[in-house]
């Protein structure tokens, strides 16, 4: 095996790396499912790599190089996306809203290529049975829909029924996650 060789294996490791984070990205966050961009994107590459390596239609060296640049790839942009929150939302993207007071937010519904229908399914499944008990529906980077419900609809816990709470027991604004900038919309 020659340098050369190894060499064009890491490029293509590359190119088809970044051209699968793009492809993945287009598709939206209901692709993904669980997984974020990065997850799928290397359990694919990387399965596609060790069956490449098992049927023997590249040598083990090239397999090596291969699986230590998709890890590489995925390090860097990892650690890009951690120390820079513009390439983060460039790379893992931003939450969604798609409803908001018990109303859907058509713009956040197309954005995500999602019908009525969809949203519907996804609030059941957060055992949401009546869309005015939504404060605001997301999906998240991840693909998951995450509800905030109206205080009204939430559930009764045993500190309701015990005396009020102290005021410090009241979560400080950067402890929410109900808060503009939790949810990344905030305005600049």
């Given amino acids: 095996m020659d340098w050369y060789e190894l060499g064009m294996t890491a490029a293509r490791g590359v190119i088809v790396y970044v051209l699968m984070l793009i492809v993945i990205r287009i598709l939206g966050k209901r692709t993904v499912g669980n997984f974020t961009a990065f997850d799928l994107l290397v359990a694919l590459m990387l399965g596609e790599v060790v069956d490449e390596i098992i049927y023997g239609d590249v040598s083990m060296a090239q397999g090596i190089v291969a699986i230590v640049v998709i890890a590489a790839a995925k390090y860097a942009t990892a650690w890009l996306s951690f120390v820079n929150p513009t390439m983060n939302r460039l790379v893992e993207g931003t939450p969604t809203e798609i409803v908001k007071n018990g109303e859907f937010v058509a713009k956040g519904l197309r954005a995500e290529l999602m019908h009525e229908q969809e949203a519907y399914a996804a609030l059941r499944l957060q055992c949401v049975s009546d869309m005015r008990e939504v404060k ?19 559930a009764l816990r045993k500190g309701d029924f015990e005396k009020a709470p102290q005021a410090e027991a009241e979560p400080s604004r950067g402890q929410r996650t109900d808060t503009p900038e939790a949810l990344g919309t905030a305005r600049s």
């Fill in 136 to 154: 605001s529906a997301v999906i998240e980077v991840d693909g998951q829909v995450s509800v905030i419900r109206e205080e009204w609809a939430e």
